[in-house]
């Protein structure tokens, strides 16, 4: 099993940006994609982007362009810069990664609130 530990988000004005990370834990070998999704009240979650273990990435439509993910696998985290934030892009965030077993693990959520 693998644990995670996010950091960042907060409040900004429109056009700001943010930056959150995560450090995963435990059975880190195992993990394949790390990745964040966003849940804003009523919705479903979603997914932000993602990152292979050979660094592919894949984006969501809605951010890319403005948000970069990247990660650093000898320090077991991922990263997810958010530049020319919307106050469509406030959610909270979490954090996943999904073993070659396709198993996934969350952290706990942090919000992003993006003020117009």
């Known amino acids: 099993q693998v644990q995670l530990v996010e950091s960042g988000g907060g409040l900004v004005q429109a056009g700001g940006s943010l930056r959150l990370s995560c450090a995963a834990s435990g059975r880190t070998s195992t993990i394949n994609i790390m990745g964040w999704y966003r849940q804003a009240p009523g919705k479903q979650r979603e997914l932000v982007a993602s990152?292979?273990?050979?660094?592919?990435?894949n984006y969501a439509d809605s951010v890319r362009g403005r948000f970069t993910i990247s990660r650093d696998s000898a320090k077991n985290t991922v990263s997810l810069q958010m530049d020319s934030l919307k106050p469509e892009d406030t959610a909270a965030y979490y954090c996943?990664?999904?073993?070659?077993?396709?198993?996934?693990?969350w952290g706990q959520g942090t919000q992003v609130t993006v003020s117009s």
């Open positions: 996943n990664v999904r073993n070659y077993a396709g198993e996934n693990s």
């Open positions: 990152i292979s273990s050979r660094a592919w990435t």
